[in-house]
């Protein structure tokens, strides 16, 4: 079997990651911190797969520590490389913070990968590179813009961290898959995202409030220049985008006709506004959802959606997953996480 490292595979898009690619044959061995995640994750990853991954706790920014793990597991294929802080808002209080564990974490990595002949890495970027661009949709060649954010920019940064250093060796073979919104959870409601404290994306926001843990959803802007005013976004179900992750593997492993360094929008191609999220939720729940409109959001830009005909052709990747079940399947999840605080 194929060992793959995954850091920061206890986390929302990792532990979904980390099932697509057991279920694929692979065996996995998960490195990460707990700083956002719950290690009661490994669990739900085991009700789904029947198999429990490898698990280190260690900090992708700690030198001694990924030394450790990666002295341990010579034999590993690849790196999948989650393992980053991603709130836009607390990037901006703490921008040092960003930078020390998402920038020193893709170097780190990169530098274990040489030490021990490991080639190939997947790295987890983000649509927020390309911030509001002026054509839609985005392909991997439109032009990169100065990052809103520090969290924005620490995966500007990575990705020319990745190509320059790809520039000097040419054992390594990296592809990154920029992100579109990944939304939903694991179709038997095992694992899904976990937001800690307040959540500050739309969908745990939204499920949140609806489930009774919130009073509120504050929709951020309807003065945007789109066809209700809301802003629009391209809505990833979480386990489609999981599968991206095993494609471009097995990708990095047969090597057939691969360039070293590989940019891949990972999106469906559709933009949907905020106030269709909200009316979809509203029909696939049957719950009525309490909302106000509000100001826009510092930062947040007006739209963006994927051409993903790259990924269509080169990897062989589609989202599958229609907007109406992985809305459904946030909603499930959102009630088996109500339904173990009564269990408790
Ligand atoms: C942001 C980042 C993205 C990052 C993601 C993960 C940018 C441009 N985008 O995505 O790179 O991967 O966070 O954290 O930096 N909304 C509401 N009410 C809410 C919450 C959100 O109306 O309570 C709206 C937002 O204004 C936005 C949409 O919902 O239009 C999606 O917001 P969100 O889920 O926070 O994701 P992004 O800001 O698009």
Not at 34 to 62: C, E, H, Q, R, W
Request: aromatic share 8%; charged share 25%.
């Amino acid at each position: 079997m194929e060992k793959i490292i995954v850091t920061g595979g206890i986390g929302y898009i990792g532990s979904h990651t980390v099932v697509e690619f057991q279920s694929a044959g692979f065996e996995v061995v998960i490195v990460d911190n707990l700083s956002n995640s719950d290690i009661k994750v490994l669990d739900g990853i085991k009700n789904i797969t029947g198999k429990k991954p490898i698990f280190y706790k260690a900090d992708v920014s700690d030198i001694h520590e990924i030394e450790e793990v990666f002295s341990k597991n010579k034999d590993a294929v690849a790196i999948v490389h989650f393992a980053a802080f991603k709130a836009v808002g607390e990037s901006v209080q703490k921008p040092l913070m960003y930078y020390q564990n998402n920038i020193q974490g893709i170097i780190n990595i990169l530098s274990q990968m040489q030490k021990n002949g490991i080639s190939n890495l997947v790295f987890s970027s983000s649509c927020t590179v390309y911030g509001q661009a002026k054509s839609l949709p985005v392909t991997e060649d439109s032009p990169i813009l100065k990052a809103e954010s520090p969290y924005g920019n620490t995966k500007k940064i990575s990705e020319e961290i990745i190509s320059d250093t790809l520039k000097s060796d040419d054992k390594l073979n990296v592809i990154s898959l920029r992100y579109f919104n990944p939304i939903g959870a694991h179709h038997t409601a095992e694992i899904g995202e976990l937001p800690i404290g307040i959540p500050n994306n739309l969908l745990p926001f939204l499920t949140q409030t609806a489930i009774g843990i919130r009073e509120k959803l504050s929709v951020f802007g309807n003065d945007y220049n789109t066809h209700d005013g809301t802003a629009i976004r391209d809505y990833i179900n979480v386990v489609d985008l999981a599968k991206a992750h095993v494609v471009s593997i097995q990708r990095l492993l047969e090597k057939k006709n691969l360039t070293n360094y590989e940019v891949f929008n990972i999106g469906t191609g559709k933009g949907t506004s905020v106030m269709e999220i909200v009316k979809t939720f509203e029909a696939v729940s049957g719950e009525k959802l309490n909302y106000q409109i509000a100001k826009r959001r510092e930062g947040d830009i007006e739209q963006i959606w994927a051409d993903t005909s790259k990924a269509n052709e080169i990897l062989g990747w589609k989202a599958q997953e229609s907007l109406e079940n992985t809305i459904k399947s946030a909603w499930e999840w959102e009630k088996r996480l109500a339904q173990r605080k009564v269990n408790k």
